[in-house]
């Protein structure tokens, strides 16, 4: 597990309409782009961030953005500071989902996953973040069989609404929506 004090600096990206972390910096792409290294700058102090989450956020790059915005990450995390990150599995096999997440989004231009570029899988979502530096501990995902795999996770440490425990869609046993759930972690 990774230890994580009260007074610790976390940062949410792309918080949205809701505060699920509320002891934690709340950010949209507005005013932190993942991609705009200048505006991590203005803001922080590179290796002093501890935490950082990003729910739903990473589809919305390219896989070689992915990787800038990784780096740009691993640079403001402090040695031993983590990125938990959850997208979209590509992995998970349910059709509807799936025509829901896939790039472009499922047809009106307003839909938030008009502007996915990228489904991701256990895969290549830990090809991104081990090419920025990145230690990767996959906590929820399917691999490329469908089977669903999961590992206790620490909600005080970011939390995950779109998750198997939180998901009000996630009833009775059945898998309704998932995500792809990865900590991230600088080493020391």
């Keep these: 597990m990774i230890d994580t004090p009260k007074d610790a600096l976390r940062v949410v990206i792309g918080s949205g309409e809701y505060n699920n972390n509320p002891e934690?910096?709340?950010?949209q792409e507005s005013e932190l782009d993942l991609l705009k290294?200048?505006?991590?700058?203005?803001?922080?102090?590179?290796?002093?961030?501890?935490?950082i989450?990003?729910?739903?956020v990473w589809e919305h790059l390219t896989y070689h953005e992915g990787i800038e915005a990784a780096k740009i990450c691993f640079e403001f995390l402090e040695p031993g500071g983590y990125v938990r990150c959850a997208v979209p599995d590509g992995?998970?096999?349910?059709?509807?989902?799936?025509?829901?997440v896939q790039v472009g989004g499922p047809g009106p231009a307003?839909?938030?996953?008009?502007?996915?570029?990228?489904?991701?899988?256990?895969?290549?979502?830990?090809?991104?973040?081990?090419s920025a530096g990145f230690e990767v501990n996959l906590l929820e995902y399917c691999d490329e069989y469908g089977a669903f795999h999961y590992k206790e996770w620490d909600e005080i440490m970011g939390f995950i609404y779109r998750s198997k425990r939180f998901d009000q869609r996630n009833q009775n046993g059945k898998l309704g929506f998932v995500s792809l759930i990865i900590d991230a972690k600088k080493p020391l």
């Design 110 to 130: 307003d839909h938030p996953a008009a502007s996915h570029q990228i489904v991701l899988n256990y895969k290549t979502i830990t090809s991104i973040f081990e």
């Design 53 to 56: 989450l990003a729910e739903h």
């Design 91 to 100: 992995f998970f096999q349910d059709e509807d989902y799936q025509k829901g």
């Design 37 to 51: 290294r200048d505006e991590w700058v203005n803001r922080f102090l590179p290796n002093t961030i501890s935490a």
């Design 24 to 27: 934690w910096i709340q950010t």
